[in-house]
């Protein structure tokens, strides 16, 4: 359940949600809790890697599709 409340805490300050808000939707009472424990920085590499993944598996999904309609 942490890593779920990591997620969205991470991904919501990610997209431009004030460390306030963030610190509210989880319901802390403390800010350092919130901005200590819950919102984690990305990394770019990683993120770059997982876009690459990502075009990696799209384009083998539509690889499958192509072949299926072929047979």
């Known amino acids: 359940m942490h890593g779920f409340r990591r997620g969205i805490a991470s991904n ?3 997209l431009g949600a004030n460390d ?3 610190q509210r939707i989880l319901r802390h009472a403390k ?3 919130t901005n200590e ?3 984690k920085a990305f990394d ?3 993120l770059a890697a997982m876009k690459s993944l990502e075009t990696t598996l799209d384009t083998l999904s539509q690889c ?3 072949v299926q309609q072929v047979n």
Do not use: F
């Open 31 to 33: 800010p350092h809790v």
């Open 37 to 39: 424990r819950y919102i």
């Open 44 to 46: 770019p590499a990683v």
């Open 20 to 22: 306030k808000v963030v």
């Open 12 to 14: 919501l300050y990610e």
């Open 64 to 66: 499958s599709a192509t």
